[in-house]
């Protein structure tokens, strides 16, 4: 498994981080025991994954809690979030939430907190009221270094992670970005480079990447909405599976290897699936040329997410 330095926060960090959300929520959603979920978590550790992302929301830090116990606690880089998009967040609020995290994860500290899923009309009042309270549980040792995380479904060109550059409060950013919509290259690594802010990538992998004939519907959708010409489309994807063995390996590898990338989650539910992934970042970067070429296909795509056109 390859490392890398996760930004300023100087932790290293696998390439591939374990999301422990999305579709499968390491198995919840696919009727593993937690007993089962939790020895999922171990068999990616054992595999050099040392980064898990988890949520309040997910339901999953009890299990990735029990995963942990007899493993080295300094080697494992642990991330979790305190929604914010339905409810607003009160510093007592966010307190009580991350001494649940830590009871569920059953540490004493967290490396990476998170505000998750911020809205840009959001964003000032979580500055104003709630990053004191972060700066708090630093102080107490509660966390080590925060982050933010956006809503990307609705947020589709980065428009709240501009502002929270241009402050330069946050160690970490979870970014939207795949070979999709790109958007984020400019609006966000750029600058996030400039000021060695970490990058975790979510979407690379949504239902327009899962499979040839859904990427045929979500590009058909977006030459109708002229957001891609149609004759760039000739011979793809057949020139991006002639180098990789499936879209979801491709499109893992392509958000890897994106210049101020640090960590790329992927979710899994079962063993099979979770090595598959690992086979995925285990290979070899993608041509350049493959790469300038989907860079040059998806230049003017910035309405949809990969998961619904």
Known sequence: MQTTILGRTNLTVSRMGLGAGGHSRIGRNADLTDAQS????????????????????????????????????????????????????????????????????RTDYIDLYNLHGVVPQDYAYLVNDIYPALQKAQQQGKIRFVGLSEMFNEDFEHTMLQQA?????????MVGFNLLNQTARAKVFAQAIAQNVGIQIMFAVRKALSHPDNLRAFTDALVEKGQIDPVDLDAFPDFLLAEAPSLPDAAYRFCRDE???????????????????????????????????????????????????
Do not use: C, M
């Open 165 to 173: 550059l241009a402050d330069d409060l946050w160690d970490v950013l």
């Open 38 to 105: 939790a020895d999922l978590v171990r068999r990616a550790l054992d595999h050099g994954v040392n980064f898990i992302d988890t949520a309040e929301g997910y339901g999953t830090e009890a299990i990735i809690g029990q995963a942990l116990q007899d493993r080295d606690r300094t080697s494992i880089v642990l991330s979790t979030k305190k929604s914010t998009r339905h409810e607003q967040v009160t510093p007592d609020a966010l307190r009580a939430s991350l001494d649940q995290s830590l009871k569920h994860l």
């Open 259 to 309: 210049p101020g990338v640090h960590v790329v989650l992927s979710g899994t539910g079962n063993a099979a699936h979770l090595d598959a992934n690992l086979a995925s970042f285990a290979r070899p970067p993608l041509t350049q040329q493959t790469r300038d070429r989907l860079i040059h296909i998806f230049r003017r795509v910035n309405s949809t997410t990969g998961q619904a056109v």
